[in-house]
């Protein structure tokens, strides 16, 4: 393959985004708001709340849905402390999963019905690339941003959570070993998640929206394991995160095979 022509493809993308207020501007105010404000807001509820009678029993409540294992880590702390840690260190695992998924959706649709919109999608076809490069550059330009956007998130709320939550934790208390699995096995696989299944919608879609609006379906999923934890039903520990992440690779190589498969050039402009 000729990885100069994808490369150039891939960069071409990411400053398109960039430079895309409309991309852009939500994935900011969503990291703002859940790596910056939610932290900080977090914080403040054990002060906020002069009587934490009804809060305690809450919060005792959702401890006591976790496995025996999970529940050990809260038995010396207060219940100002269980519920940040709660709150932070585990109902926020699932939530902080939607953010590569959702940033890999959203440059995917720009990938190709982006393309329709700009009037650029002729040009970029009689480009000298391959069906298959031209399919390979498109999935690495969402993978990469959705990525980078991860990461930099997951720094962003490592800074915030202990500096939010010191005055109750007193020491360094975040990331555990469950988040650093979904870091470093599940968010990598979880772009990929979408990007088999959007290139190829964004590829028929007539625009942006309408590629958007179809591919987002994939967030289900996560959004199904948001409600499982919370009702106790499913637990986010090491090896529900490794499984996962098993899963997540496996249904990529699946979709990216087919899409790659599938995949052809001269369908897009009838698209």
């Known amino acids: 393959m000729n990885m100069r022509a994808i490369f150039a493809i891939v960069r071409k993308d990411l400053k398109v985004v960039r430079q895309n207020k409309g991309v852009m501007l939500p994935i ?3 990291m703002l708001a859940m790596f910056v404000v939610l932290p900080w807001g977090v914080a403040l509820i054990p002060t906020l709340l002069n009587k934490l009678a009804f ?3 809450d919060v005792n409540d959702l401890i ?13 702390l207060s219940i100002d402390q269980s519920m940040i840690v709660y709150i932070l260190k585990y109902f926020m695992a699932p939530l902080f999963m939607l953010i590569p998924l959702m940033v890999s959706l959203t440059i995917a649709a720009d990938s190709f019905a982006g393309e329709k919109e700009r009037k650029t999608l002729e040009a970029l076809l009689y480009t000298p690339t391959t069906d298959r490069e031209l399919f390979v550059a498109k999935l690495l330009s969402s993978w990469l941003g959705a ?3 991860a990461l930099t998130g997951f720094v962003l709320y490592v800074v915030m959570v202990n500096a939010a939550a010191w005055s109750y934790m007193h020491h360094i208390f975040f990331p555990n070993a469950t988040w650093l699995v979904i870091i470093l096995w599940v968010v990598p696989a979880l772009p990929g998640l979408g990007l088999g299944v959007m290139v190829m919608v964004s590829a028929r879609a007539q625009g942006f929206q309408d590629a958007y609006q179809i591919g987002s379906v994939v967030v289900l999923p996560i959004v199904l394991l948001i409600f499982g934890q919370t009702a106790g039903v499913i637990s986010l520990n090491i090896t529900f995160a490794l499984l996962m992440g098993l899963v997540i690779w496996m249904l990529d190589s699946v979709l990216i095979w087919f899409g790659s498969r599938s995949f052809r050039r001269n369908r897009l402009l009838a698209g």
């Open 55 to 57: 809060a305690s029993s």
């Open 147 to 149: 990525i980078i956007v």
């Open 64 to 76: 006591a849905l976790m496995p025996a294992d999970l529940q050990q880590e809260f038995s010396g």
């Open 28 to 30: 900011i105010l969503v």
